[in-house]
């Protein structure tokens, strides 16, 4: 009895003891790092909507790191600041310096190349400050060169060179790409990127740019820049001057192609070309009959008063000479700086609707 009495109170004392052991070490963790129970403040300032607090306040993430910077809450809660400053307060500098910061301070944390990225949307899409963004690109490619969705960061790279209009640049960014990463999931938009650039300088490269859209349609059949590529080699044909070949792939298209109207457009648009182009031809032959028939009437001796009207009235119709109809064609496309347009007169080269989407038929510079 005695002896069962005595192992029953050690089990009690061992369950006690356990116990203490418990409470002392929650209450030991929770004084080792006292920034993980600021950090839970501060979430909940974000998550009631009280976003300058939750980022500056005396209680927020920024002054847990600047109080516990050897805490492992530290790099957290700077990408928190940073986020809340570019996200929901648009305070672009102040989410930059706090991304900065964790890049300096914890350079080999987890978060450090999300942060990086982070200063590369903010350069690249909020800013539009495309140098700069060239810069931080470079940064992040230098040091992760292997780390899996880096390729996008190359193609990010080669978009902002050509967003600058450094056509020369933006393709040899994007066959870089091509190079170091061959299995890249980005051949489609690359091929089509390329095609743009092309398409964008004209004159002398537009079979350049037939080249990458045919490369597109022959490599990846079932890619959604499929009509995109067909459309644009319409226009490729009718930037060259070859209208039926243009009109014929543009008539292809139909009921097919989502924006019908542009197509529409672009098909009426040429075949008013191709009327004005014929029209001189028919005009020459019958300036010939005109002048026959006013022979006819001179040899009667009988002045054709109405012969002599039309006559008049036919040296003031403007006739466009093979030189004058290549520059009402190329009229019709661009614009006096160059850039290309369609038959509505708007400006192919603008963004369509926010992309860098790779789609899109009003969009003709890069995805």
Request: one cysteine or more; aromatic letters at 12%; hydrophobic letters at 35%.
């Amino acid at each position: 009895m005695r002896i069962k009495s005595r192992m029953n109170k050690i089990k009690i004392s061992m369950l006690t003891l356990l116990l203490a052991l418990i409470v002392f070490m929650g209450l030991f963790g929770c004084s080792k790092d006292p920034a993980a129970e600021d950090f839970a403040r501060a979430e909940r300032l974000y998550e009631n909507g009280e976003y300058r607090k939750a980022a500056k306040g005396s209680k927020g993430f920024r002054s847990i790191a600047m109080k516990y910077p050897e805490s492992s809450m530290a790099p957290k809660a700077l990408y928190r600041s940073g986020t809340i400053y570019s996200l929901y307060i648009k305070d672009y500098d102040n989410a930059i310096e706090d991304f900065a910061c964790l890049i300096y301070y914890y350079p080999k944390h987890e978060l450090a190349f999300d942060a990086q990225a982070d200063i590369v949307e903010i350069y690249m899409d909020r800013l539009q400050n495309y140098e700069q963004a060239i810069i931080e690109i470079r940064k992040l490619i230098e040091k992760y060169p292997n780390r899996k969705g880096i390729d996008m960061f190359q193609y990010k790279l080669a978009q902002c060179f050509a967003y600058r209009r450094d056509f020369d640049q933006a393709r040899l960014e994007y066959l870089i790409l091509l190079d170091s990463y061959p299995n890249t999931k980005l051949k489609p938009d690359i091929y089509y990127n390329i095609a743009n650039t092309y398409f964008i300088e004209g004159s002398g490269k537009i079979d350049k740019a037939v080249e990458y859209y045919q490369k597109l349609l022959d490599e990846y059949p079932k890619s959604p820049l499929v009509l995109e590529a067909k459309f644009y080699i319409a226009a490729s044909y009718e930037e060259k001057g070859e209208l039926e070949e243009a009109l014929k792939r543009y008539e292809e298209l139909m009921g097919v192609y989502e924006n019908e109207n542009v197509l529409k457009m672009r098909i009426n648009g040429v075949k008013e070309l191709m009327k004005k182009i014929e029209a001189p031809a028919s005009e020459e032959a019958y300036r010939g009959f005109s002048s026959i028939k006013s022979k006819e009437k001179d040899e009667d001796g009988d002045e054709d008063e109405d012969t002599e009207s039309i006559m008049e009235g036919e040296e003031e119709i403007d006739i466009i000479d093979s030189e004058g109809k290549k520059e009402e064609f190329k009229n019709s496309i661009e614009d006096k700086d160059g850039k290309t347009k369609g038959n509505n007169g708007e400006d192919k080269t603008k963004d369509k609707g926010g992309e860098n989407k790779t789609g899109g038929g009003a969009n003709k510079d890069v995805k």
